[in-house]
């Protein structure tokens, strides 16, 4: 065996009782019988060679003053929350989500709710529920001025058409043959003007004054004054009939009520006053300018007693007026004067007094429900501008004399015109 065998046997050998420190590692080295220190050297090259990797030379192993020494980089690591403090905020993102899609739904729901008018005060403050009803009350106004701006111009537009409760009168020279006329159509007359105001005073509360007026030129050139009131009268002794008397004495006496309220000149050219059911108004009035206006009515007049005429309680009245188309015994007049036509209704009926009890006697409440229309017709007449509106002036105060009249043979205080 040669040298090198000798050696490597010599290697692997398990040295006894000896200790050798080599590459910072404690080795235990050989002391037998025939230890050297060659042996020793030699062994413990070759355990070192062992633990040295393949590509490092027995040379590399030791630091070289030549090369420079390398630097370990540190790795950075980034810190790692918590689960729980994930989860934590995870919550609160999705509670405040919550918390918003609540705050939504409520909103939706007291929306539905008001439209409805089902809306509790339990679901906002009153600011906020004040706002919402302010702009839905907003909302109904406006509705309601488009529908009466409609209702406006289709009455501005078709009056020149046929108006309420207005019926084509023809009359002929002969009075008999005016009369039979005249009464066949009383019956007629009286009932649409009832229902027509039965129909215009519904959902209105009777007990309480309304008024309401509407002045407007219609495409011919005509001006027009439609009037709509309900007088509730208090106190009156004599009830329906007491009232309706009063009617009856007003229009017999228009010609000195209108002298007497507008200072103009009234004459009343007819002569038929035999008749209470029927009676014909031919009327006749110089304006201060000199300008002359006709009229030529007919009165429908009709008082029921019904079950008990006690307190009126059971009664009403009902009056109808409407102008002549044609009259041969009393043409109108188109190159003198100016003509004025009115249409117009009246019920005068008991109505239930809101303060009545069973502890109190309320006098009863007599309620005279009334619709007019007054139409001045348009003229070629050379009349001036400053004339004409005196006219229409004229036309305005005649409206509320007539009631006026009828208060003061009542006893009651006149209202203003």
Same mark, same amino acid.
């Given at each position: 065996?040669?040298?090198?065998?000798?050696?490597?046997?010599?290697?692997?050998?398990?040295?006894?009782?000896?200790?050798?420190?080599? &590459?910072?590692?404690?080795?235990?080295?050989?002391?037998?019988?025939?230890?050297?220190?060659?042996?020793?050297?030699?062994?413990?090259?070759?355990?070192?060679?062992?633990?040295?990797?393949?590509?490092?030379?027995?040379?590399?192993?030791?630091?070289?003053?030549?090369?420079?020494?390398?630097?370990?980089?540190?790795?950075?690591?980034?810190?790692?929350?918590?689960?729980?403090?994930?989860?934590?905020?995870?919550?609160?993102?999705? +509670?405040? +989500?919550?918390?918003?899609?609540?705050?939504?739904?409520?909103?939706?729901?007291?929306?539905?709710?008001?439209?409805?008018?089902?809306?509790?005060?339990?679901?906002?403050?009153?600011?906020?529920?004040?706002?919402?009803?302010?702009?839905?009350?907003?909302?109904?106004?406006?509705?309601?001025?488009?529908?009466?701006?409609?209702?406006?111009?289709? *009455?501005?537009?078709?009056?020149?058409?046929?108006?309420?409760?207005?019926?084509?009168?023809?009359?002929?020279?002969?009075?008999?043959?005016?009369?039979?006329?005249?009464?066949?159509?009383?019956? *007629?007359?009286?009932?649409?003007?009832? %229902?027509?105001?039965?129909?215009?005073?519904?959902?209105?509360?009777?007990?309480?004054?309304?008024?309401?007026?509407? %002045?407007?030129?219609?495409?011919?050139?005509?001006?027009?004054?439609?009037?709509?009131?309900?007088?509730?009268?208090?106190?009156?002794?004599?009830?329906?009939?007491?009232?309706?008397?009063?009617?009856?004495?007003?229009?017999?006496?228009?010609?000195?009520?209108?002298?007497?309220?507008?200072?103009?000149? *009234?004459?009343?050219?007819?002569? &038929?006053?035999?008749?209470?059911?029927?009676?014909?108004?031919?009327?006749?009035?110089?304006?201060? %300018?000199?300008?002359?206006?006709?009229?030529?009515?007919?009165?429908?007049?009709?008082?029921?007693?019904?079950?008990? +005429?006690?307190?009126?309680?059971?009664?009403?009245?009902?009056?109808? *007026?409407?102008?002549?188309?044609?009259?041969?015994?009393?043409?109108? %007049?188109?190159?003198?004067?100016?003509?004025?036509?009115?249409?117009?209704?009246?019920?005068?009926?008991?109505?239930?007094?809101?303060?009545?009890?069973?502890?109190?006697?309320?006098?009863?409440?007599?309620?005279?429900?009334?619709?007019?229309?007054?139409?001045?017709?348009?003229?070629?007449?050379?009349?001036?501008?400053?004339?004409?509106? &005196?006219?229409?002036?004229?036309?305005?105060?005649?409206?509320?004399?007539?009631?006026?009249?009828?208060?003061?043979?009542?006893?009651?205080?006149?209202?203003?015109?």
């Amino acid at each position: 065996m040669d040298a090198f065998h000798d050696t490597k046997a010599n290697a692997y050998q398990q040295p006894q009782h000896a200790l050798m420190v080599v &590459d910072n590692r404690q080795l235990q080295v050989w002391n037998g019988p025939n230890w050297s220190p060659h042996h020793a050297t030699t062994w413990a090259d070759s355990v070192v060679g062992q633990y040295t990797p393949a590509t490092r030379s027995p040379s590399s192993s030791a630091s070289s003053p030549q090369e420079p020494e390398r630097t370990k980089r540190k790795r950075v690591f980034k810190k790692r929350k918590a689960t729980h403090t994930i989860r934590k905020e995870q919550k609160t993102v999705l +509670e405040k +989500e919550i918390d918003a899609l609540q705050a939504k739904l409520e909103d939706i729901k007291f929306q539905a709710l008001v439209q409805h008018g089902e809306a509790p005060k339990s679901y906002h403050d009153q600011a906020v529920e004040n706002a919402v009803l302010r702009e839905s009350i907003q909302d109904q106004h406006l509705v309601m001025a488009q529908m009466r701006a409609l209702l406006s111009g289709h *009455t501005q537009h078709q009056m020149s058409g046929v108006r309420p409760m207005e019926t084509k009168i023809c009359l002929s020279a002969d009075r008999v043959e005016r009369r039979t006329v005249l009464h066949a159509l009383r019956a *007629t007359k009286l009932r649409e003007a009832n %229902r027509f105001l039965q129909a215009r005073c519904c959902g209105i509360k009777q007990t309480t004054p309304y008024f309401q007026e509407e %002045r407007y030129e219609t495409a011919e050139g005509d001006f027009c004054i439609t009037r709509f009131e309900i007088i509730p009268l208090h106190g009156v002794k004599g009830g329906i009939r007491a009232v309706f008397d009063a009617v009856l004495q007003a229009a017999f006496n228009v010609e000195i009520i209108i002298s007497e309220t507008s200072g103009n000149i *009234t004459v009343r050219e007819d002569d &038929d006053m035999n008749d209470d059911c029927v009676s014909q108004m031919r009327l006749v009035s110089e304006t201060d %300018r000199g300008v002359l206006l006709e009229n030529n009515l007919v009165h429908f007049v009709e008082y029921s007693r019904g079950e008990s +005429e006690q307190n009126g309680k059971r009664c009403f009245a009902v009056t109808a *007026t409407d102008f002549v188309d044609k009259d041969a015994l009393y043409p109108y %007049r188109p190159l003198e004067r100016v003509r004025r036509d009115a249409t117009g209704a009246m019920v005068v009926s008991y109505v239930d007094s809101a303060k009545k009890n069973e502890k109190t006697e309320e006098d009863p409440v007599i309620v005279i429900t009334r619709w007019s229309c007054a139409r001045i017709r348009h003229t070629g007449l050379n009349i001036s501008h400053e004339a004409m509106l &005196d006219i229409r002036n004229s036309a305005i105060r005649s409206q509320g004399t007539f009631l006026n009249c009828v208060r003061q043979t009542l006893g009651l205080p006149v209202n203003p015109t």
